[in-house]
């Protein structure tokens, strides 16, 4: 059996040693979805390339959707690990961003090849059988950040707009590049811009005077 290494995202989502399979399963997967794409890679495809059984893939992950939603579910875990120490280390709505932003282009410059499959699994999660899940985890990934921003409005430096257009504010400008940074068509780094998307996501929902 091929054994993952340390640094390896779903050893951080999935630890320990009775889950060594589940993370080879997933890894391959990855590696299958980001090859073939999500609709061309059959269960089949990733039993053989984890030389796995069928029985063992479906008692993880139930069937081809499970396993989708389960890598899309390890990669948000591994984003949160990641952005919640930070957020908790925040003293201000401006630090918060700051963590948020500079949290999230880390990520994708360290695990390209699970920030790629969530931009082409989104939809499929989204509207699949785990799409309520995964509306309730994004409640959570963001959930700290909304807190900063309600204490933000009430101490008047971030402005009072509804609450689903803060994440596209804060974060869709660094998705849009990460994006072209994965598909080749830029080639810095997202964490060579971290000051830059930083400052732009504070100015985006920053009050009139508290903008700089």
Same mark, same amino acid.
């Given at each position: 059996m091929t054994h993952l290494p340390v640094s390896d995202p779903f050893a951080r989502v999935e630890p320990g040693p009775r889950k060594e399979h589940k993370r080879l399963i997933l890894s391959c997967a990855l590696a299958c979805f980001n090859e073939l794409g999500i609709q061309a890679t059959t269960v089949e495809t990733i039993r053989e390339r984890a030389n796995s059984s069928i029985g063992s893939i479906y008692h993880h992950f139930g069937n081809k959707d499970g396993l989708i939603a389960a890598l899309f579910f390890a990669a948000l875990d591994d984003q949160l690990a990641l952005t919640h120490p930070r957020m908790q280390a925040a003293v201000s709505a401006k630090d918060?961003?700051?963590?948020?932003?500079? *949290?999230?282009?880390?990520?994708?410059? @360290? @695990? &390209?090849?699970? #920030?790629?499959?969530?931009? @082409?699994?989104?939809? *499929?999660?989204?509207?699949?059988?785990?799409?309520?899940?995964?509306?309730?985890?994004?409640?959570?990934?963001? *959930?700290?950040?909304?807190?900063?921003?309600?204490?933000?409005?009430?101490?008047? #430096?971030?402005?009072?707009?509804?609450?689903?257009?803060?994440?596209?504010?804060?974060?869709? &400008?660094?998705?849009?590049?990460?994006?072209?940074?994965?598909?080749?068509?830029?080639? *810095?780094? &997202?964490?060579?811009?971290? @000051?830059?998307? #930083?400052?732009?996501?504070?100015?985006?929902? #920053?009050?009139?005077?508290?903008?700089?």
């Open positions: 918060a961003i700051e963590a948020l932003v500079q *949290s999230y282009l880390e990520w994708v410059t @360290q @695990q &390209p090849g699970l #920030a790629q499959f969530m931009a @082409q699994a989104r939809a *499929s999660v989204a509207d699949g059988p785990f799409g309520q899940e995964l509306l309730q985890r994004n409640k959570k990934r963001y *959930s700290h950040m909304l807190e900063w921003l309600e204490k933000g409005v009430k101490e008047g #430096a971030v402005l009072a707009l509804p609450r689903e257009t803060y994440a596209s504010l804060l974060i869709g &400008p660094c998705e849009n590049y990460c994006r072209a940074w994965l598909s080749g068509r830029v080639k *810095s780094r &997202p964490t060579d811009f971290v @000051q830059v998307f #930083a400052q732009a996501a504070w100015r985006s929902v #920053a009050t009139a005077g508290n903008a700089l």
